[in-house]
Structures are given as structure tokens and as C-alpha cells.
DNA sequence: ATAGGCAATGCAAACGTTTGCATTGCCAAA
DNA sequence: TTTGGCAATGCAAACGTTTGCATTGCCTAT
């Protein structure tokens, strides 16, 4: 049926260790002998089987990436399939799978099931995926595996891949005084998780480091930004640009901003976390602070690979930049 | 190091047939020793070696999903992902893993790499990489395989999934004619594609069994849609309403009326193909014709797995329901 | 001329399963 | 009492590779 190993060798009356060998390179074969060979797998249109090999060399060439399932944001999901790409591509730069599998915080006999069964070198998973059981399971042996996104509770046995969220936040505040802006306010979601306090802090630096005073952070909710907006508007308070921590904030204070005729970029500056693909068609088009999710994939898979190879004890995580895009929303000078 | 199938034998003292007849429940083993063995698995943690059982039954149980990297185009992107989970759900459900794959259009060699040396059981793979090359490949041998969206080429040996433009298409006429609208117009991005040509015979279908006069169809250009949007503010044409074939489309639209001062959806109405998560914050709020990505996904691999385990000869093709969500930019009546 | 070394290859075990065939009892039917 | 059948299990080959060790020549240094 399909062609093996032991077909070759007969039509080229060799034995079939010999057919490995060339294949692998790992022995001296004649030059008369390997071309023969080589031949006759072309002609045969031989093609080695991974299981077999992974079989005896107790590798399989395969990663596993778990997904995070139970996340409906289709937000996270539209960046997240970048990185999935990204992943895969390096992956297979380098001869590896990506087996993938959703994972449910319910139990994580999925993502056990990768590693117990079907064998693969290593593992990434969403940082939303490290709770109690699966940190345990992780960290206790010694199995490659990289997450995405810096867990909550610092721990050096473990090796992440994150955007810089403080360098980002610094790099918005900057965009915004480099326009004109003079006290720009922060809006999170949230401010116990860590992504949002690192925002916190590189606010709260470049603030200092470009001697402004801010409009300090605050946590969005719709009726506290009508406020807000309420209090701009009567000079009340001298806010005059917003930071936002996500893509729904910004929509929703642009939304609350034009309906009291305020203009945007003129009077007030909106800059934003996330790179919504829409948001370069919103009214006017957003500056962001976009975040590379694509490298992220990729930093990720070679830092996982890496360890797979190198067997590197070291574990590493890693920061990618964020870049600001400049859109209409943050173009108060004419330059 | 790991516990195998000879261990579990050897801690019984039976042969290890016994205990891999017991694994599978292959023939009547007595209670007694059934017992031990499963006591003796759980207690040395034993889990079964996927890789030499799929090398001796020539089964992997796992499927290739072939992800079309190079579509840059982030709404798509955002959309499949659900596919993706969809997919991983049921192939889980059934005990298959997935292998996803990149698919760059140059070459379908790690495509051809899931199937000659992963040994995949079947494939899941996007129209857009059904190109000649590869229909022979996949279409010569009788591999099983599933195509995301309908081929150009009408061809029985294909078997595919994808939304029912055509339906989609009159439930948006029919939604406009409901809402009070009386000159639905189509704006199109290429009326060669097949799903465009199955929105235009849905939409003039429709409008006939309305028996309505429709606007026609038009292939978008921004330079048209201002000069449509003129002649309708000058009141040389009738035209009150827009289906627009997807949302970028539909945002230029909504932004030429707007710039113009027209209401949406008083004067005119707006409704557009793909449900981008942004539409629903967009001024008015979008409507839409949903696409349930997850469902084709799952659709999908149903079709896929019922092919690898029956071995089914009959190839079957499935469309999808597309769904109304009506938001504001189609309610001119205030029911 | 002889020993030692190395290049080129063969042999067979091993990886962890499954499975067809053979074997062993035991029980019921004749 | 013999025979046939069936339940319960063992034996060994097979799946397609890789790899340590053994073997065969041949070449070179002594």
C-alpha cells in the first residue's frame, strides 16, 4: 500500500537501515549507494512515516496550542488567531505540528490528554488557562511550555510572552503631549489584573517624566464618562485627552463625547488599547496603541522551541513592544 | 520512565494482549482479572500510547485544518476562529485531535505533509486554497476532505460547507420591505465570486416575489456611492435603502449618507452581510445578515468525521441558515 | 607483510500497541 | 465417556522506523 522504508531498501537491494541512514544523514553512505536511493524514493514517492519515527525516537515533532474556548470576546479572538498563525509558522520553520484544543476551565483533561497521549514536545496556553490544578500539572514536571499573556502571581518557574503594556501606556501619554494635549485621563476596565496596573504605571511615569499634571485614572463605567464629559464641558474640570483601556471604551466615550458636539481631535484627544480592525473606519479614526499579535505568536513558539531543543533549563518570558498608531482622533496640531 | 502496556501486564502477571483487550473492550475478559487491571492502570497512571496504537491500526484519529494565512483580511480572520473552536469541539467530542496547518498559495506542501506523513485521517480546508493543483490531489484519491465555502467549479466530488447567501439575501429584502423601505438597492464588491451571485438571485427573487421595483445592483466604488447618495438627496432616484455585501462597504455607505446629512434609518436604511463585532457600536447600530461561523465549523466537521468513520461514499454539501439581526439602521418604522 | 583503522553496510532489537491464531480448561450435549 | 464448543488467555508477528553493535573490505602506516 503506501511505501515504506523496507520497499526502498528491497528495490535498491539494501537493507533498510541504510534507507534511514541516508535519510537521516546520520551515517557515511557511499555516493554511489545514497543516489540510488534517493532515486528510487523519488520514484516511489516514498514518504517517512512520523509515526513510526516518533515511536522509536520518543519525539513527536509536535506542539500543542490551547485555546481559549470559553472566551466569546470576539475581541481577544480576532488577535488571537494572528498569533495562531504565527505559531504555526515558525513551527513549522522548524519541522514541528500544532496540534491545537479548546480548553474549558471546568477540567483540563484536553490539555492532559495532549501530553499523555498524543505525546507532544510542549505546550502554549492562554494565561486565562493557568488556574490551580493546570499550574501545578505544568510546573511540577519538568515539560516545556510557554503561556501567553503574564500570570497574575509572579513566579519564576514559569515563562511568558506579553506585550509591553507599560511601555505602551507611556508611549499614548507621549503621542498625546507631542499633539498638544495637556492632561490626559486614563480609563481601565479593571484595575486588579495586571495588565491594567502596568498601564497604571507607565501612566503614571511618563506623566511625571513630561512634568504634566494628569487627570489622574479612572475606572469606566457609561454613567461615570457622562459625567466626566458633563464636567469637561462646563470647565469644570480641564481634561483633555482620554486613554482608553480597550476598544469598547473608546466607542463609547467617542459616542458620549459627539453627542454633546464636542469635537474630537479639536477639543478632546481619544488614544486606545487594541487595534480593532474597525477602528481605523470609526468617526474620526482612531489613533491605538496597537499591539503585534502576531510577533507575540511568534516569541512565543521560540522561546517554547527553543527550550524543547536546547533543553534549556533557563526559563525566559519575554515583553513585545507596543507601537502607537496615529490616526485622526489624537490630531489636534495641524504639523 | 513512562508506564506502558507491558508494566500494567507484568504488575497483573497476565500477557499483555489481556490488558489491551481489556483497554478496548475486544473480546470477553473474566471480571476478575478485568478488575485488576483497571485497579493496576489507575494506580501506575497509565495512559494509552497514541502513536503506536495509530501505527498499527492505521488510524490517527486526528484531522488537518489548513488555515488560509494569507488572508490578511482581518474580518474573515475574526470570523473563522469560531470555525476553528467549532471544528476542535466536535473532532474532540468524537475522540479526534486537529492539526491546523498554514496554506500559503505558492505551494501545498505541508498540506501534503498532514496527509502523507502525519497520516491525518481527513482534512478541512478553506475554498480559497482549492487551486488546481491541489483539487487533483485531493479529488484523485478518494482521501477524505471538506471544503469551507462553495467551490467556483460546480463539482460533485466536492464536499463543502458554507452560509446560505442566497436565503441571507431575500431574509434582508425581506427585512427592508418590513420595515417600511420600498427600493432596496445591492452594492456588491465583484458579481463573479459565487457568493455574490448567490446574494444577487436571492435579492431579485426576493424583490419579484415582493413584487417590489427595486434600485438594482450596483459593484461598489466610493466615487459611485457619492454620486448614488446625490442623486437620492436630489430626488433623482428612489432608492431608500442599502444591502451592502459586507461591512466595509456598509461603513463607507453609512459615512457618505451621514456626511450628507441624510438620517439612517429615517430617510435612508442600511443593512449589510457579516456580522462584524464592531456593527453593533457603529452610529445607528448596524443590522445585519449574521453568519453563523461556529455552526459552519461544526457543520463542517460533522460532514468530515461521518466521511472518515463510515466511510460514506456519497459526498454531501451543507448550506448553512444566515441569520437577521436587526439593530437600528433598518428601523424606520417605530412599531 | 601485517596490524590497525575507518568507511560502508548489515543484523536485530526496540519503541508500545493490536490481533490472528493457538492453547487451555471447563461445561453441556450426545 | 467422549466430543464439541466456548470462554479466557497466551504467543508472536506486525505496524515503520531508528540505532547499537557486528561485520566486511580496503587502505595506510609500520
Given amino acids: 500500500m503506501t511505501v515504506t522504508i523496507k520497499d526502498i531498501a528491497k528495490a535498491v537491494g539494501v537493507n533498510p537501515s541504510t534507507v534511514s541512514r541516508v535519510i537521516n544523514g546520520t551515517a557515511s553512505i557511499s555516493e554511489e549507494t545514497k543516489e540510488k536511493i534517493l532515486q528510487v524514493m523519488k520514484e516511489l514517492d516514498y514518504h517517512p512515516n512520523s509515526l513510526a519515527r516518533s515511536l522509536v525516537n520518543g519525539s513527536t515533532f509536535t506542539i500543542g496550542l490551547v485555546i481559549d474556548a470559553g472566551n466569546k470576546d470576539a475581541f481577544s479572538n480576532a488577535f488571537f488567531i494572528q498569533s495562531v498563525i504565527a505559531i504555526e509558522s515558525v513551527a513549522q520553520s522548524k519541522g514541528y505540528s500544532v496540534l491545537i484544543t479548546n480548553h474549558s476551565l471546568s477540567d483540563s483533561s484536553n490539555i492532559k490528554n495532549l501530553v499523555q497521549e498524543r505525546k507532544v514536545d510542549g505546550i502554549i496556553l492562554p494565561v486565562q488557562c493557568m488556574t490551580g490544578e493546570l499550574i501545578d ?128 481631535p479639536k477639543q478632546i484627544g481619544v488614544i486606545t488599547f487594541d487595534n480593532y480592525p474597525l477602528a481605523e473606519y470609526m468617526e474620526p479614526a482612531l489613533s491605538v496603541v496597537d499591539v503585534d499579535t502576531y510577533k507575540m505568536g511568534e516569541t512565543a513558539a521560540e522561546l517554547l522551541l527553543r527550550s524543547i531543543r536546547g533543553k534549556e533549563k533557563k526559563i525566559k518570558s519575554r515583553l513585545v513592544d507596543a507601537a502607537i498608531i496615529e490616526r485622526e482622533s489624537t490630531k489636534r496640531k495641524t504639523k
Fill in 137 to 264: 500539572l505544568m510546573t511540577s514536571s519538568d515539560f516545556p511550555f510557554v503561556v501567553m499573556g503574564e500570570p497574575q502571581e509572579k513566579r519564576s518557574d514559569i515563562s511568558w510572552v506579553d506585550v509591553d503594556n507599560e511601555q505602551g501606556s507611556r508611549q499614548a501619554v507621549e503621542c498625546l503631549i507631542k499633539s498638544g494635549y495637556k492632561s490626559p485621563m486614563l480609563l481601565v476596565e479593571n484595575r486588579n489584573t495586571i495588565f491594567e496596573s502596568k498601564r497604571i504605571k507607565g501612566f503614571e511615569d511618563e506623566c511625571k517624566a513630561q512634568k504634566i499634571k494628569t487627570s489622574g485614572i479612572h475606572t469606566f463605567s457609561e454613567e461615570k464618562i457622562e459625567m466626566l464629559i458633563d464636567e469637561i464641558q462646563k470647565k469644570e474640570r480641564d481634561t483633555d485627552s482620554f486613554i482608553c483601556s480597550n476598544n469598547v471604551i473608546a466607542f463609547k466615550v467617542l459616542k458620549a463625547i459627539k453627542a454633546r458636539k464636542i469635537s474630537v
